[in-house]
C-alpha cells in the first residue's frame, strides 16, 4: 500500500490511521454480525478494506482539492483514527468487551470470522499469509498491467506531462491513496482476524511506519517488497 503511493509520487504516512479504521470495520463485523463460515471471514476482510479505504480517499480528496500535502494530512489523521478506534472501544455495544476492565478492548472476533491456522493448531501460521501472497499478486498486475497502473506510474514520473497527456492527475490521487489504504485494510484484517483474545489500540504494532522502510527498501516493485518483507519478518 505504501508503495503504491511513491510510485504515484506521494507519500503515505498514514498507513497506521488506515489500519486503525481497518480494525474498526473488521472488528465490526466479527463481532457484531453473524454470518456463516466462509462468508463471515471475506465480509470481515471487505470492512477492513473498505474503512481503510475511505480513509485513505479522505487524504486523496483534500490533496486533489485543496492541495493539501498528503504527508501532513495522513499525520494528523493517524492521531484522529486512533482516537476514534479508542473512542469505538469505549462505546458499549459497539466494539467494547462485554466485561472488560479498565482498558478499552473489543471483543475477540467470532470463531466464523477468524482467519484460522494454515498448517493445523500447533503453528501460528495463519491464512493471513495467503491474504499477502494474492495481494502481492495483485499489487504487480495493477501496477505493471493495467490501464489504472499505467496512469499511475505515468503520473508518478511526471505529473504535468500525464494532465497534458489528458490524464486527470487529481483524480488519480483520490484512487492512489485509497487503493493504497485499502492495502492498509488487508493489514488490519491479519491483524484483527487472527488473534484469540481482544483487540486493544496497539494492536496495530507499528507496522504502518514499518512498511515506509520495507517499501522503500523494496523498490516499490512486488517482487522487492516480497524479499524485504521476508527480511523484516527474519529480523
Known amino acids: 500500500g505504501v508503495a503504491l503511493t511513491f510510485r504515484v509520487g506521494l507519500f503515505n504516512i498514514g498507513a497506521t490511521g488506515q489500519i486503525m479504521m481497518g480494525l474498526a470495520g473488521a472488528t465490526f463485523v466479527s ?49 484522529v483514527a486512533t482516537s476514534l478506534f479508542t ?10 468487551e462485554s466485561h472488560g476492565g479498565g482498558t478499552p478492548k473489543s471483543d475477540p472476533p467470532a470463531e466464523t470470522a477468524k482467519l484460522g491456522k494454515l498448517l493445523g493448531p500447533e503453528f501460528n501460521l495463519t491464512y493471513g499469509l495467503l491474504l499477502a501472497v494474492v495481494a502481492v499478486i495483485f499489487y504487480w498486475w495493477l501496477m505493471e498491467r493495467s490501464t489504472f497502473g499505467f496512469r499511475f506510474r505515468m503520473v508518478g514520473h511526471n505529473s504535468s506531462a500525464a494532465k497534458a497527456a489528458g490524464i486527470k492527475v487529481e483524480n488519480t490521487y483520490i484512487w492512489a491513496l485509497a487503493i493504497s489504504a485499502g492495502f492498509a485494510g488487508l493489514a488490519a484484517a491479519n491483524q484483527g482476524l ?36 521476508l527480511l523484516f519478518g527474519a529480523f
Open 31 to 79: 463481532t457484531r454480525i453473524q454470518l456463516p463460515m466462509i462468508i463471515h471471514v471475506i465480509v470481515a476482510v471487505l470492512a477492513a478494506v473498505l474503512a481503510a479505504a475511505i480513509w485513505g480517499a479522505i487524504v486523496g480528496v483534500l490533496k486533489a482539492r485543496t492541495g493539501a500535502h498528503e504527508v501532513i494530512v495522513t499525520i494528523m489523521l493517524n492521531y
Open 87 to 96: 473512542f469505538f472501544l469505549r462505546q458499549p455495544g459497539l466494539l467494547l
Open 194 to 229: 487472527t488473534g484469540d483474545g481482544g483487540l486493544v489500540t496497539s494492536i496495530e504494532a507499528g507496522i504502518g511506519f514499518d512498511a515506509i522502510t520495507v517499501a522503500l527498501l523494496g523498490g516499490s516493485r512486488a517482487g522487492g517488497i516480497v524479499f524485504a518483507g
